[in-house]
T-cell receptor, first 114, second 113 residues
Framework: GAVVSQHPSWVICKSGTSVKIECRSL??????MFWYRQFPKQSLMLMAT?????????EQGVEKDKFLINHASLTLSTLTVTSAHPEDSSFYIC??????????FGAGSRLTVL | GENVEQHPSTLSVQEGDSAVIKCTYS??????FPWYKQELGKGPQLIID?????GEKKDQRIAVTLNKTAKHFSLHITETQPEDSAVYFC????????????FGQGTTLQVKP
């Protein structure tokens, strides 16, 4: 079946640094990928839609200059959290849709900012 | 935009009993309604889904019902087992078919042995 892989699965960084999270579709091409954020014991909130070869579409309230998204190929989207602060600590999850099939989620990346 | 409400937030049942989780959505144009199971520290896993042209779908111990008129859908788990314990999320997808999902708040299901 379709697999979406995220890396790293967890990362700890110092406040003020930037962190990059990768999302790969392993056995299919994805022109569109989605980035979600999930705080502890809360639901998944859509942050942005990543579009291959064009700019990402951000949801209301999400700072595009802080959460940089790049979708340079049909199998890779990256989310960079710039100048991270403790309030950015969260579980970041990406997803992609392999053709007409259902949306497939990655295993998530847990970010902890000290 | 679409808004999805999910109830209850927590549910505790005895092993073997049934569990029901309910969701309502606001956008009558939404046409796809998946349910996901999320275990601690992992990404959501699809367990069942239903499209707007179907009223009910069943897969072994899991079933989903959809009432388009009332704009609500429900997850039914029968003969619950301890391994069913997890957080369950419903979601609704607008008709653009790009894969965008709006999630409910989640239900923490605990199945007691």
């Amino acid at each position: 079946g379709a697999v979406v892989s995220q890396h790293p699965s967890w990362v700890i960084c110092k406040s003020g640094t930037s962190v990059k999270i990768e999302c790969r579709s392993l056995d299919f091409q994805a022109t569109t990928m989605f980035w979600y954020r999930q705080f502890p014991k809360q639901s998944l909130m859509l942050m942005a839609t990543s579009n291959e070869g064009s700019k990402a579409t951000y949801e209301q309230g999400v700072e595009k200059d802080k959460f940089l998204i790049n979708h340079a190929s049909l199998t890779l989207s990256t989310l960079t959290v710039t100048s991270a602060h403790p309030e950015d600590s969260s579980f970041y999850i990406c997803s992609a849709k392999p053709g007409a099939n259902v949306l497939t989620f990655g295993a998530g990346s847990r970010l902890t900012v000290l | 935009g679409e808004n999805v409400e999910q109830h209850p937030s927590t549910l505790s049942v005895q092993e073997g009993d049934s569990a029901v989780i309910k969701c309502t959505y606001s956008d009558s144009a939404s046409n796809y309604f998946p349910w996901y199971k999320q275990e601690l520290g992992k990404g959501p896993q699809l367990i069942i889904d239903i499209r707007s042209n179907v009223g009910e779908k069943k897969d072994q111990r899991i079933a989903v019902t959809l009432n388009k008129t009332a704009k609500h859908f429900s997850l039914h788990i029968t003969e619950t087992q301890p391994e069913d314990s997890a957080v369950y999320f419903c979601a609704a997808s607008p008709p653009s078919n790009t894969g965008k999902l709006i999630f409910g708040q989640g239900t923490t299901l605990q199945v007691k042995p």
